[in-house]
């Protein structure tokens, strides 16, 4: 069983950028969070996506948007970069709707110049 | 909204001392709450979770942690703590019609010989 995967590991990107960032889920799981761990702070919830479709998002703006593919393996996607970006992000996969059991990628770490 | 309030930015401790981290809630059901570990440039690892039933819960590395709903508290605990436990610790709630969790600012654990 494979665990919670993200690609890339680290990204810098300059502002007014977009990025693209990955995440493949545990193997028999149909959730994806996305969360935001700004440095010396805890992870916010941006978005899920539940069965290809977003099941709730947190509070950040429309330039975050993501895709959730029938294999359950998500991105997030991120116009128009501005400097406070820049921040760890995390991906979580589960079963089901809901906040049952999250489980971790290692997450990718975004730099924006 | 839930809230997590992490009152200890920061524990020094002994190795081979005993730990208590300190978690409070907010929120008006009974919540389902987690513990993470961070290790730098990691990602999140799940040391336990509650949902219902036995208010003192096992997890993983022998740590432990007991909801007390008097209290609205979920405080980690570890007997003897090891080199390898210094880290960041995350506590987090969610609930079963939600599909977000709500962390808090986390605690540093540093442990000294």
């Known amino acids: 069983e494979t665990g919670v995967t993200q690609s890339p590991t680290h990204l810098i990107k300059t502002r007014g950028q977009q990025v693209t960032l990955r995440c493949s889920s545990q193997?028999?799981?149909?959730?994806v969070s996305w969360y935001q761990q700004a440095l010396g702070q805890g992870p916010q919830f941006i978005f899920q996506?539940?069965?290809?479709?977003?099941?709730g998002r947190g509070n950040f703006p429309p330039r975050f948007s993501g895709l959730q593919f029938p294999n359950y393996s998500s991105e997030l996607n991120v116009n128009a970069l501005e400097l406070d970006d820049s921040a760890l992000y995390l991906c979580?996969?589960?079963f089901g709707q809901g906040s049952d059991t999250q489980y971790f990628g290692p997450g990718t770490r975004l730099t924006v110049l | 909204a839930q809230s997590v309030t992490q009152p200890d930015i920061h524990i020094t401790v002994s190795e081979g001392a005993s730990l208590e981290l300190r978690c409070n809630y907010s929120?008006?059901?009974?919540?389902?709450l987690f513990w993470y570990v961070q290790s730098p440039g990691q990602g999140l690892q799940l040391l336990l979770k509650?949902?219902?039933?036995?208010?003192l819960v096992q997890g993983i590395k022998g740590f432990e942690a007991e909801f007390k709903r008097s209290q609205s508290s979920f405080n980690l605990r570890k007997p003897s703590v090891h080199w390898s436990d210094a880290a960041e610790y995350f506590c987090?709630?969610?609930?079963?019609?939600?599909?977000?969790?709500?962390f808090g600012a986390g605690t540093t654990v540093t442990v000294r010989a």
């Open positions: 979580a996969s589960s």
């Open positions: 193997s028999g799981h149909n959730t």
């Open positions: 996506y539940y069965r290809e479709e977003e099941n």
């Open positions: 929120y008006g059901a009974t919540p389902y």
């Open positions: 509650y949902f219902s039933g036995d208010t």
């Open positions: 987090a709630v969610g609930r079963n019609d939600d599909y977000k969790l709500s």
